[in-house]
Structures are given as structure tokens and as C-alpha cells.
Nanobody, 122 residues
Framework: QVQLVESGGGLVQAGGSLRLSCAASGRTFSSYAMGWFRQAPGKEREFVAGISWSGDGTYYADSVKGRFTISRDNAKNTVYLQMNSMEPEDTAVYYC???????????????WGQGTQVTVSS
């Protein structure tokens, strides 16, 4: 079992940056791959980025590749999402997830945080 709490959301202008954090409780954090998803109003939740349990493998949606960076610190039970060159289309509620990774793909398990709102103004 793992509990997830996101933080770091807010309002930013287009072209700006934000860093999201996801703190996990439970001693099994380092055994999970971790991911970030987002859901914009009226749209389905979509994958943004994932990282393997060791941090050696990272995976990104095409829409954020080159702008967002996912990282993790297993000593702190925390995963991060650095978002640069942000666009109004990045506006959404961002969710942290614990899952698994296999052959270059991320597979979410049913462990979700409560979400944090990110709004990008034009």
C-alpha cells in the first residue's frame, strides 16, 4: 500500500515553470515505478510522464517531451515533475500515481493522489 500527496501546483504565465512534488508514505515506495497524469476540464485523464523504480528509465507523452522532466528521490519517498516552457494547454489537475514499468511503457496501478491544480495563463 502507498499513499500519495501532491503539492506545487498554482498559476503560471505561458513560458514559465513549475515543479510538482508527490510525497509517498509506506515502506514500499522504492519498489514502484511512479507516474504523473493530468485531467483537463471535459477531457479524460491522460499520461504525462513515468519513471522506473530505480530512476534509470523515464517515459514521456509526446506533448510534454523536451519540456517536462520527471525525477525521484527514493531516500525522501518523493517524485517530482519539473515543468518548463509551459503552455495554456498544460492547464489541468495533475495526479501522482504508483505503478509499474515494462519495456518502455508505464502501467498505472490504483494508487492515486488527490491532485493539484495547474493553470497556465496566456
Amino acid at each position: 500500500q502507498v499513499q500519495l500527496v501532491e503539492s506545487g501546483g498554482g498559476l503560471v504565465q505561458a513560458g514559465g515553470s513549475l515543479r510538482l512534488s508527490c510525497a509517498a508514505s509506506g515502506r514500499t515506495f522504492s519498489s514502484y515505478a511512479m507516474g504523473w497524469f493530468r485531467q483537463a476540464p471535459g477531457k479524460e485523464r491522460e499520461f504525462v510522464a513515468g519513471i522506473s523504480w530505480s530512476g534509470d528509465g523515464t517515459y514521456y507523452a509526446d506533448s510534454v517531451k523536451g519540456r517536462f522532466t520527471i525525477s525521484r528521490d527514493n531516500a525522501k519517498n518523493t517524485v517530482y515533475l519539473q515543468m518548463n516552457s509551459m503552455e495554456p494547454e498544460d492547464t489541468a489537475v495533475y495526479y501522482c500515481n504508483a505503478g509499474s514499468a515494462y519495456r518502455g511503457s508505464y502501467y498505472p496501478h490504483d494508487y492515486w493522489g488527490q491532485g493539484t491544480q495547474v493553470t497556465v495563463s496566456s
